[in-house]
């Protein structure tokens, strides 16, 4: 989508309310201490940090039984994105950072490619982190007309930074127009420097919408992505 997403109060308010039994304890816990990520962001996540370590379930159990073990230490994390984006004519239209000739581009608050925007939200989701939107608003003026690279290579410093590496990446990209073939090795190959990642693991397909829908006419792109992730 457009970078929207709830204000970050919004988003402090609702961990703060969020159930405890929710497995929201990140393993090892992440260290945001010399991070570049937007105050916000560092507010949410360590006032989330701060929530998760000091939920009562995950405390009481604790206390309750002097013997628990303490969180597993997950060697492997799966995330999900999901990104769509209205095309408008008279806009740029790039995916995957590549740009692509089209007689329409995305709107958005940044550069609106749907490609790394999915892939973002699929790293932070896979380390239980918030999501693009939440990081980087599309209400905060740094990240109008930004390069989406930037959002990517902050998922990718917090990824090594929770002590995790890809394993791999399957993305699809759903557009009706144009044909992406000319352009899909230009962009699965800047894909994988972007993630610093060997092409053997990053996949990318393309589909049409069978002309339904806007995606089918030409009036929106979409795209799906799934990493997994595993501990260093
Ligand atoms: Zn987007």
Redesign the pocket.
């Known amino acids: ?3 929207s997403a709830p204000s970050i109060s919004q988003f402090s308010a609702k961990v703060a309310t969020k159930p405890t039994s929710l497995a929201f304890v990140i393993t090892p816990p992440l260290r945001l201490s010399n991070s570049s990520l937007p105050p916000q962001f560092l507010r949410s996540v360590r006032r989330s940090t701060v929530s998760a370590s000091a939920a009562p379930t995950a405390i009481g159990v604790e206390k309750e039984s002097p013997n628990a073990k303490p969180p597993p230490s997950l060697p492997f994390r799966v995330g999900h994105g999901f ?3 209205r095309l408008e004519p008279g806009l740029p239209l790039i995916i995957g950072g590549v740009n692509v000739p089209h007689d329409r581009g ?1 709107e ?1 608050h ?1 550069d ?3 490609l790394l ?2 892939v973002v939200d699929a790293i932070l989701g896979a380390l239980g982190l918030p999501d ?1 939107g939440q990081i980087f608003p599309d209400s905060d003026p740094e990240w109008r007309g930004a390069a ?1 690279s930037v959002f990517m290579k902050e998922a990718v410093r917090l990824m090594h930074e929770a002590g995790y590496e890809l394993g791999n990446l399957d993305a699809t990209l759903i557009l009706q127009r144009p044909k992406l073939s000319p352009h899909k090795e230009a962009i699965r190959a800047n894909l994988c420097e972007l993630l610093g990642a060997d092409p053997s693991v990053v996949n990318l397909k393309a589909k049409t919408h069978e002309k339904v829908d806007s995606l089918g006419e030409n009036r929106s792109i979409a795209a799906h992505t799934v990493v997994l992730l595993m501990r260093k």
């Open positions: 989508m457009a970078l990104d769509l984006h995305c958005a940044s609106g490619d749907v925007h999915c693009i989406s």
